[in-house]
């Protein structure tokens, strides 16, 4: 059974920084590709950050340089460590499981105000 479990949110201060983790079973995840999404409540879901089998990272614009994305392959989790957080960066973030396996997490929220 394929399960992707997200964690590290939080309420944190503008210019902080949260780790997310996304903790992966059920497939096998050193083959798999990954991706972070964000969402707030009457916009569509936004990609904010993709990591190949190989490790290769891609970004959206409005979190290049503040936000690094990453995997451990040997404990079938991936990461966000964001940093330099802004209001903007208020979202629920989920993670997700690129095809075959084109699976979701249950999302953690993030919120950042003063």
């Known amino acids: 059974q394929v399960r992707l479990v997200e964690s590290g949110g939080g309420l944190v201060q503008p210019g902080g920084s949260l780790r997310l983790s996304c903790a992966a079973s059920?497939?096998?995840?050193?083959?798999?590709?990954m991706r972070w999404y964000r969402q707030v409540p009457g916009k569509e879901r936004e990609e904010v950050a993709g990591?190949?089998?190989?490790?290769?990272?891609t970004y959206v614009d409005s979190v290049n340089g503040r936000f690094i994305i990453s995997r451990d392959n040997e404990k079938d989790t991936m990461y966000l460590q964001m940093n330099s957080l802004k209001p903007d960066d208020t979202a629920m973030y989920y993670c997700?499981?690129?095809?075959?396996?084109?699976?979701w997490g249950q999302g953690t929220q993030v919120t950042v105000s003063s």
């Open positions: 059920g497939f096998y995840f050193r083959s798999t590709g």
């Open positions: 997700y499981a690129n095809w075959p396996v084109n699976w």
């Open positions: 990591i190949s089998e190989g490790g290769v990272p």
